[in-house]
């Protein structure tokens, strides 16, 4: 084992007295907390507000910090410095357990913070061999307790490594050939307790929640046989309670929601065989466990799937997808479209920790923009850019985001920045060489909801308007007409300024307008007997005239032709009886699934009336005609 550098404290003479102050602040309510590592090591820091190191955490200043982890419930944090593992409670800094794995490059800890994990690349040491044939264990489980090795044994790819574990640690799963194996987590010596075998298994993934464990499993596609995705649940292994099949999957990922109700399944291939994408072809399915319900559900732009998040609600998730400018677009539990975001320079959304904001950014190769929505009135609240991200992590108190710019994806200008969701950027600093930076998990209810707060229209303007950029001399002054790409607005794009406050003076006038308008509308209806569509007061009064107009002629023809009043409804049945024809047509396109626009939508609400109309009409002339 190499020498361990002793760990202390990241405070000098002149910052000691400023956190013996913040330390009343942090004990006096609940504050986030930030770790850092790098190439001077790992430590922590206090904050937002403000950002002053951790007075509690102790800091080691190893300069090759491999790997940290925090526990679930952020009580405990893990980090190998290349001599060993070690585990402090974050409450009181002390040290919990030190672990002998210089060389461990992954680390986890199950939920009840009974036992530690570790992986390390398989290696045969010195030409020995197991009874097997095999090297040494290179997954080992420790007790957190004791220090001792729980169990062990050989994972050769770093992929799926991770055993998983249910909520309450009775069972520590993991998976080989054709099954998953259940270990009694009170009790390794007693074997494999439990098996569910599946010909052809290859990833599972445990659900969250207490109670009965259920594991939705994937078979990849064999020897022309189509790739499928099986939920099952302890202890009837023999029967699945779903299963989805498809062809296109050479690999997925499998997201359950935080109640582990259902779940979400992405599947991809290497290749397109349609030729429309050169990083081949993706699709997403949603899987029930109440119901045993499977969908595949539908998008309405090609293109790769980029990402996809669960609200904390579990019923509600969004999807980021389709060439760029990529579309994002928000589902219920039944995969219906209830949001329409547009389409923008996007890669990434997530939803906050209370689910009460929904961000969308497009972070990697893009410029950075990110947006905030609020998820209860789908209005965008506030518009930053944040440019040259590879990492970003929402704070758990739903306020703050953190984004980074991390080694290696990025040599130069590394560090982090603090951005809250109305303000803006808060905490900026470089660090030469940045390879992570993680918020530490807390209990669910240690940081209360606190209600959307407003960014006037001005203010998005301003941090919506676009750097300038180089247009030659005899350009400058005028508009360019070049366009790379057309971003389509979302759905309520037309009211973006209605959760602005209006004065009593504009109300006032706003409800004027809104009378003029309605009594217009009313005034052509009565005319022609069929609703407009909306339109300004001033064109409402317009229709109206005319429509008095028309109506002082038709009373004049009415008079010298009899026949005229059963010629006019005639006419009008005719015309009503072909805009049912289409709504029916806009009918049958929806109960097949396929996408309608937000007018065909319209179109079809309003059947039950033009049938009304029909019938009224029809009764008239009947009686016309006697």
């Known amino acids: 084992i190499n020498t361990v550098t002793p760990l202390d404290f990241p405070f000098s003479s002149s910052m000691a007295a400023d956190a013996e102050q913040h330390e009343s602040v942090v004990a006096a309510a609940a504050v986030p907390r930030l770790s850092i590592r790098c190439s001077d090591g790992t430590y922590t820091m206090v904050g937002p507000p403000g950002m002053t190191p951790d007075p509690v955490m102790p800091r080691d200043m190893t300069p090759n910090v491999k790997i940290v982890k925090y526990s679930k419930d952020g009580s405990v944090f893990a980090w190998n410095n290349g001599g060993r593992i070690n585990t402090v409670n974050t409450e009181t800094g002390q040290l919990i357990q030190h672990f002998p794995r210089p060389k461990c490059i992954a680390i986890s800890i199950s939920p009840l913070n009974t036992f530690l994990a570790t992986w390390e690349n398989y290696s045969v040491k010195n030409g020995a061999r197991d009874a097997q044939g095999g090297g040494s264990p290179n997954v080992v489980i420790w007790s957190m307790k004791t220090g001792e090795i729980a169990h062990s044994w050989i994972n050769r790819s770093h992929e799926n490594w991770e ?14 050939t054709n099954e998953v194996h259940f270990f009694d987590a009170t ?11 599946v010909k052809g298994l290859s990833q599972f993934q445990l659900a969250p929640g207490v109670g009965m464990c259920t594991l939705a499993v994937f078979v990849p596609s064999i020897k022309g046989a189509p790739a499928s995705v099986r939920l099952y649940r302890e202890p009837n292994f023999e029967r699945p309670l779903c299963n989805k099949s498809f062809f296109k999957a ?49 998008l309405d732009k090609d293109g790769p799937i980029y990402n996809f998040d669960w609200s904390p609600c579990g019923k509600v998730f969004a999807v980021v997808y389709g060439f760029m400018p990529a579309k994002v677009m928000l589902f219920d539990s039944n995969c219906d479209k209830m949001f329409d975001f547009g389409t923008g320079p996007r890669s990434v959304v997530r939803f906050s920790p209370h689910g009460n904001i929904i961000m969308l950014a497009g972070f990697g190769n893009l410029r950075g923009e990110v947006q905030f929505w609020d998820r209860k009135t789908l209005k965008m609240i506030n518009l930053l850019n944040a440019e040259d991200t590879t990492a970003f992590e929402w704070c758990p108190d739903s306020e703050h985001l953190v984004t980074a710019s991390c080694s290696p ?4 200008d590394n560090g982090f920045k603090i951005w809250h969701y109305t303000r803006g950027l808060v905490y900026k600093t470089e660090i030469k060489e940045l390879w992570s930076v993680t918020w530490r998990p807390v209990p669910e209810g240690t940081f209360p909801l606190k209600p959307i707060a407003r960014v006037s229209a001005k203010a998005k303007a301003s941090a919506a308007a676009p750097k300038s950029v180089y247009r030659p001399p005899g350009a400058r002054g005028t508009e360019s007409t070049l366009k790379l790409h057309e971003n389509l607005p979302a759905e309520n794009a037309g009211d973006a300024t209605a959760d602005e406050p209006l004065s009593k003076s504009a109300m006032k006038n706003k409800k004027k307008r809104e009378a003029k308008r309605l009594a217009a509308e009313k005034a052509a209806f009565v005319g022609t007997g069929v609703a407009t569509k909306k339109k300004t007061a001033e064109q409402l009064a317009a229709v109206a005239m005319i429509v008095e107009h028309e109506a002082h002629h038709v009373a004049k023809a009415k008079a010298a032709d009899p026949d005229e009043p059963v010629k006019e409804l005639e006419k009008k049945i005719r015309n009503l009886a072909k805009k049912m024809r289409q709504i029916d047509a806009l009918v049958q396109k929806q109960e097949a699934g396929e996408f309608l626009q937000e007018n065909q939508k319209e179109k079809v609400v309003e059947k039950p009336r033009v049938q009304a109309e029909i019938d009224e009409l029809n009764a008239r002339l009947a009686t016309l005609k006697v």
């Open 163 to 176: 055993p998983q574990w249910s909520t309450d640690e009775r069972y520590c799963l993991r998976c080989v």
């Open 187 to 197: 009790d390794f010596s007693k074997g494999v307790v439990k098996k569910c075998t």
């Open 250 to 298: 050479e690999k997925i990922q499998i997201c359950w929601n935080k109640q582990g109700t259902a779940c979400l399944v992405s599947s991809a291939t290497e290749t397109d065989t349609t030729g429309k994408s050169y990083y081949g072809e993706t699709n997403l399915y949603y899987l029930s466990v109440k119901d045993g319900m499977s969908i595949h559900v539908q």
């Open 409 to 412: 994806r990025l040599k130069v």
